[in-house]
């Protein structure tokens, strides 16, 4: 009986071998394995979510590009509002004008000196004042015209009513702007 129980000590020392050995290999070179492949599906699935944001990002960027001739005109107009010279000789001929079509007169015209913007370094403010005569529909008028219709970039700063709806008289502080000092010097 001895003999039998010495192999089943061989035997059942043989399986707790295999066990640990196979614990072993488990261990030291299975679960390292399956952690690595788990980081590297993690980092797949992360890769995946930035091509799709990217894909969303370059669609968005296909679709600005269809639009670019659409910016580059409104960007025209902007820089048309913003000349890089004051012409002084010219913003008075689109007032004549803007004045005839609402009929009525401007009877005086102020320009100060441009002035710098604080917080922006080449755009310039030019004061201007005048007096505009007409009924007060007309006066009205006017003042829309200089704010919508005309091209130019002005911000009316002031406006002064007097007189009857037949007879009104407004005196309107606005400033014109423009973006290059030296071309925004008004000539005397």
Not at 37 to 59: F, G, P
Not at 63 to 90: C, F, N, S
């Amino acid at each position: 009986m001895g003999a039998q129980q010495s192999n089943r000590l061989w035997l059942l020392g043989g399986v707790v071998a295999m066990v640990v050995i196979v614990a072993a290999t488990f261990l030291l070179a299975i679960k390292p394995i399956y952690a690595e492949k788990s980081d590297l599906q993690s980092q797949a699935d992360d890769q995946d979510l930035q091509l799709v944001e990217l894909r969303h990002d370059l669609n968005d960027l296909k679709a600005k590009d269809a639009k670019l001739d659409t910016y580059k005109a409104q960007l025209t107009t902007k820089t048309a509002a913003l000349p890089k010279k004051y012409d002084l000789a010219g913003y008075l001929r689109l007032l004549q004008t803007s004045e005839s079509a609402v009929t009525v007169s401007v009877d005086s015209v102020g320009i100060s000196a441009p002035a710098k913007i604080k917080g922006l370094s080449t755009v310039y403010s030019v004061p201007i004042t005048l007096n505009a005569k007409g009924t007060a529909v007309n006066v009205s008028k006017v003042l829309k015209r200089l704010q919508t219709v005309q091209s130019r970039a002005v911000l009316i700063t002031s406006v002064s009513v007097s007189g009857t709806d037949s007879d009104a008289s407004a005196d309107i502080v606005l400033s014109a702007f423009c973006r290059n000092s030296d071309g925004c010097k008004v000539a005397s």
